[in-house]
C-alpha cells in the first residue's frame, strides 16, 4: 500500500531532527503548518547541513558526543511515517508500539503510539499508546502492515486531534495525563490497553483522550492498509478522510456507499457532516488523502483528493446542524485524462499498473500511463489548487500529472478549471510547497520538479537518485526532502537534503540538472 515495507525495514530507529536551532521558532501546529497546506515555513537561521551521532542512531552512546547540528535526539519507534508537529513548546509525532519496549505495563504488539516531546530538551511529556486493532468486520484488509500512527497530529490551543493507526479519530489534552483526566473520554487505562488485558496503570506521563469518535464501528467504513490522513480545522469543524478502500483480495470496495471524507464537532467529536459523492463506488485502492481548505470569493472551501482520482472542493460548514448533513459539493475535477483511462477505447484496469501483478505492463521505468488516484494533499495557493496523481509507491514508477486548477469555478470543472497541466513527472505522493511563483514537487522516481507555478512551465528537474515519498520543504530560502536513502540515514544523514537559493524570479527556460539551480548534496 501506501507505504511499503521495503523501505521500512531500514527505519529501525528513527531520530527527530531538524527541530529549528533558535529559541524562537516558528510553530508547525498541523500537515502543511495552516490551512493551504502549502508547504513552506517561515523559519530563519536554519541549518545547511546536520549529521546524527552515529553512536546513538545505532543505538549506543549516551548522546556526550554532541553531533552536527542536532539539538536534540529522541527516540521513537521501529516505523515513524507521521511528520512531526511543533506548537506551543511541545513536538508532537506519530510512530509505533515499538519504543514501548521495557515498560511491563504495555505488550510490543503491532500497534500505535503518539509521542508529546518538549522542544526545547527532547524530553517526553506524555504518550499515548494505541493497540493493534484485531476485531475488524470480516474482509478488512487494515493494519496489517504495522505502520504505526502515519496522521500528523493537528493541535489548537489545548487540543490535539488526530486519526490513530486504529482507524479512529481523537481529540487528546495537549497536557497529558499531568493536569487529571479530561473527559467526557475517561476510559484510557482500557483503551492503551490490549484486547483482554488488564487496564493499564495511568501516570502523569500518559496521554489524555477528550473524545474520540470511530468512523469504523459509527459509519461502517473498511479503512484499507492504514489510516492516513490527517485532521483539518474550519472554524468549530474537523475534517478528516477515511481511508476508507478495497478487501483484501482488492477486488472490491466492501462499503462503496461509506464516506470518504467525515465532518466531526471539534468540542465534542460528534458527526455533523460527509461527503455524499459515493467515491467508494469508484475508488481504485483507498482514501488516503487529507483536506486542506482556502478562502475563494467570500467562502471558504474544502479541498479534497479521492480515491478515483477526482479532487473536489466542498463549502466549509459555518455552523453546526442538529443533524448530519450532506457537504455540498463546489467543483470537481477529474485528474486522471481520458487517455490515463481508456487505451483504444476500453478502461485500463488499475491494477495492471502494480508492477507486482503477474500480468501488470508496467515495466517500472515510469513511462507505464494508467489511471492513478490522489494520495496528496491539494495545495491552495493564490486562488488555485495544486494537486498530483500517485498510487501506493509498492505499485512501481508510472506516469504521474499534476494540476493547476481555478478555484473559482463551479461544477464539473474538469474543462473549465484547468489552468495547466504537468505530466513530467512520476506518479507522486507528494505535497507540493508553493514559494515565490515557484512549485516544488517530488515523485515516486525520486526526482524534484521546479515548475512555474503560473504556466506550469519546467524550470528544472534534480535527480536523487533514489525513491521519494515524501514531499519539499521550503524554509529559509532551502529546500529540504528525504528519499529512500533515508533508511541509511544513520550513515547517511543529511546527504539526502537538498538545499537551493530560490531565485527572485521564477526560471523562464528549461533547465534540466543546470548548474545554475543551485542543488547539491549536504555534507
Ligand atoms: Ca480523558
Redesign the pocket.
Known amino acids: 500500500m501506501l507505504l511499503n515495507r521495503m523501505s521500512s525495514r531500514v527505519i529501525i530507529v528513527v531520530y527527530l531532527i531538524g527541530v529549528p536551532l533558535s529559541a524562537s521558532a516558528a510553530d508547525w501546529p498541523q500537515w502543511g503548518r495552516v490551512n493551504s497546506r502549502n508547504m513552506i515555513s517561515q523559519e530563519k537561521r536554519l541549518p545547511d547541513s546536520f549529521e546524527a551521532d552515529k553512536n546513538l542512531a545505532s543505538g549506543q552512546g549516551d548522546g556526550s558526543e554532541k553531533a552536527g547540528n542536532i539539538k536534540w535526539v529522541a527516540r521513537l519507534g521501529s516505523f515513524t511515517y507521521g511528520n512531526p508537529t511543533v506548537a506551543d513548546g511541545r513536538v508532537y509525532v506519530g510512530t509505533d508500539v515499538r519504543a514501548l519496549r521495557g515498560d511491563p505495563r504495555f505488550k510490543l504488539t503491532r500497534g500505535g503510539l503518539i509521542r508529546c516531546l518538549d522542544e526545547a530538551t527532547g524530553e517526553l511529556l506524555w504518550q499515548l499508546a494505541i493497540p493493534e486493532r484485531r476485531k475488524l468486520p470480516a474482509g478488512t484488509h487494515f493494519g496489517q502492515q504495522h505502520l504505526g500512527v502515519c496522521s500528523s497530529l493537528t493541535v489548537e490551543g489545548d487540543r490535539a486531534y488526530v486519526v490513530t493507526s486504529a482507524g479512529d479519530i481523537v481529540c487528546l489534552?495537549v497536557h497529558g495525563q499531568a493536569n487529571g483526566?479530561?473527559?467526557p473520554?475517561?476510559d484510557?487505562a482500557r483503551y492503551m490497553a490490549e484486547p483482554g488485558k488488564p487496564p493499564v496503570k495511568l501516570d502523569d506521563k500518559l496521554g489524555?483522550?477528550?473524545w474520540r469518535f470511530d468512523p469504523i464501528d459509527e459509519l461502517g467504513v473498511y479503512p484499507h492498509d492504514a489510516a492516513s490522513s490527517s485532521v483539518l480545522i474550519v472554524g468549530q469543524m474537523l475534517y478528516a478522510g477515511t481511508s476508507n478502500g478495497m478487501d483484501k483480495p482488492h477486488k472490491k470496495v466492501l462499503a462503496p456507499l461509506a464516506p470518504s471524507l467525515v465532518v466531526l464537532d471539534k468540542d465534542s467529536g460528534r458527526l455533523v457532516a460527509t461527503d455524499n459523492e459515493k467515491i467508494g463506488t469508484r475508488l481504485y485502492h483507498a482514501a488516503w488523502a487529507s483536506p486542506s481548505s482556502g478562502k475563494v470569493g467570500d467562502r471558504t472551501l474544502i479541498f479534497f483528493g479521492g480515491g478515483e482520482g477526482i479532487c473536489y472542493a466542498f463549502e466549509a460548514l459555518e455552523d453546526r446542524p442538529a443533524k448530519p448533513v450532506y457537504l455540498e459539493k463546489v467543483w470537481s475535477y477529474d485528474c486522471n485524462p481520458p487517455e490515463y483511462k481508456f487505451r483504444h477505447g476500453k478502461p485500463i484496469p488499475y491494477y495492471e499498473g502494480d508492477k507486482r501483478k503477474s500480468y501488470s505492463t508496467n515495466k517500472n521505468d515510469g513511462n507505464y500511463i494508467g489511471p492513478s488516484q490522489i494520495i496528496a494533499t491539494p495545495v491552495f495557493y493564490e486562488g488555485r489548487v495544486y494537486v498530483p496523481l500517485g498510487q501506493d509507491p509498492a505499485h512501481g514508477r508510472g506516469r504521474g500529472m499534476f494540476h493547476c486548477i481555478d478555484a473559482s469555478k463551479t461544477g464539473d470543472i474538469t474543462r473549465t478549471g484547468v489552468v495547466w497541466t504537468y505530466d513530467g513527472l512520476d506518479r507522486s505522493l507528494a505535497t507540493a510547497a508553493i514559494a515565490d511563483g515557484l512549485v516544488y514537487v517530488t515523485d515516486v522516481g525520486g526526482r524534484l520538479h521546479c515548475l512555474d507555478a503560473r504556466t506550469g512551465e519546467c524550470c528544472w528537474v534534480h535527480e536523487t537518485g533514489d525513491e521519494a515519498w515524501g514531499g519539499p520543504l521550503v524554509a529559509d530560502g532551502k529546500l529540504y526532502f528525504g528519499n529512500k536513502k533515508i533508511p541509511d540515514f544513520p550513515r547517511r544523514c543529511g546527504h539526502d537534503c537538498l538545499w537551493r537559493s530560490v531565485p527572485d524570479r521564477p526560471l523562464s527556460t528549461r533547465r534540466f540538472g543546470n548548474p545554475r539551480s543551485m542543488l547539491r548534496f549536504l555534507r
Open positions: 489534552d483526566n479530561t473527559g473520554f475517561t484510557e489524555d483522550i477528550i
